[in-house]
């Protein structure tokens, strides 16, 4: 597994982790979609990738094979399986720069199918301690979709300005 975060950076939002549950606000819509992408891909398991504290998961009502992973909570900080589908929702944006290469490819390798990302391009109201915005990675949405193309096809490509949602299909 290539290097998805730093030391420094893992210790870092493992301290935040530890003093606050950062993350995890899953919009009721999303589970009811993926619930049907899910009946229409024919598809069992899922990769809650940069999954918080279980958000998702608690929303999905046990429906499905679910596994997380989050690098800042140990226990899930383990490489992850391969699962057929991969949601990734306000994720990307938190990567560090020099590694986001990194991420995607692993992120790709870790899906069968298809993956729905949320990602935030927009700085987040919020800092880490030492005054750094949480939004390590705050780039247009034209920069994120020439970076997702890696081996994707984009559907329902979704810019509200702060947002970009895509849906992705394994070529």
């Known amino acids: ?97 020099g590694k986001i290469d990194n991420v995607l490819k692993h992120m790709y390798d870790k899906t069968r199918y298809w993956a729905l990302v949320n990602i935030c391009t927009i700085p987040a109201g919020q800092h880490f301690p030492d005054g750094q915005n949480l939004h390590l990675l705050v780039r247009e949405s034209n920069w994120w979709l020439e970076k997702l193309k890696y081996d994707w096809e984009m559907f329902n490509i979704k810019d509200s300005g702060k947002h970009l949602e895509v849906l992705l299909i394994k070529k």
């Open 1 to 97: 597994m290539q290097e998805l975060v730093s030391k420094k950076y893992k210790e870092k939002i493992t301290a935040l982790h530890k003093q606050r549950k950062w993350g995890g606000n899953v919009s009721r819509k999303i589970p009811d979609r993926i619930k049907k992408y899910m009946t229409l891909s024919r598809t069992k398991s899922i990769l809650d990738y940069g999954a918080g504290y279980g958000a998702f998961k608690q929303a999905m009502l046990g429906k499905y094979d679910i596994h997380e992973y989050e690098p800042g909570i140990i226990g899930k900080d383990e490489d992850p399986p391969i699962c057929d589908v991969t949601v990734c929702f306000d994720v990307l944006e938190h990567v560090e720069p």
